[in-house]
C-alpha cells in the first residue's frame, strides 16, 4: 500500500479535537491506515479555516472514499464542513 498525502483545507467552526476523532473513526470504517495528521486553524478572509494535512496508506481511491467519509462525520447536527482545496498524492483540485 502506498503512502499518500491528502492535504486539505476545510471552512469549518469545527475544532481540532473533533476533526482527529471523526478522523480515527473513519479510519475503522475504512481500508485506510491514518499514518500521520497535522492540523493549523488559521483566519482566512471569511473566517477561521482548518488546514488538514494527513499522511494516509491506501490507495487514492481509499484516500478519496476517506475524505467523503470524514466530511460526512464532521456534518454533524452542530456543524458543517467544506472542503476548499484538497491535495491526493501531489494532485491538488478544487471542491
Known amino acids: 500500500m502506498p503512502l499518500?498525502?491528502?492535504a486539505f483545507v476545510l471552512d469549518s467552526p469545527i475544532h481540532t479535537q473533533e476533526v482527529?476523532?471523526?478522523a480515527l473513526i473513519v479510519e475503522k470504517q475504512t481500508a485506510v491506515l491514518l499514518a500521520d495528521?497535522?492540523?493549523e486553524i488559521q483566519e482566512g478572509p471569511s473566517g477561521e479555516l482548518q488546514f488538514v494535512r494527513a499522511d494516509?496508506?491506501?490507495t487514492p481511491e481509499e484516500a478519496?472514499?476517506?475524505?467523503t467519509r470524514l466530511l460526512?462525520?464532521?456534518e454533524g447536527e452542530d456543524g458543517y464542513?467544506?472542503?476548499v482545496t484538497v491535495r491526493i498524492d501531489g494532485v491538488e483540485?478544487?471542491?
Not at 64 to 67: I, S
Open 81 to 83: 464542513a467544506e472542503l
Open 64 to 67: 478519496y472514499r476517506w475524505l
Open 93 to 95: 483540485f478544487q471542491a
Open 4 to 6: 499518500l498525502e491528502a
Open 56 to 58: 494516509l496508506l491506501c
Open 37 to 39: 495528521m497535522q492540523l
Open 20 to 22: 482527529r476523532e471523526a
Open 72 to 74: 460526512g462525520t464532521l
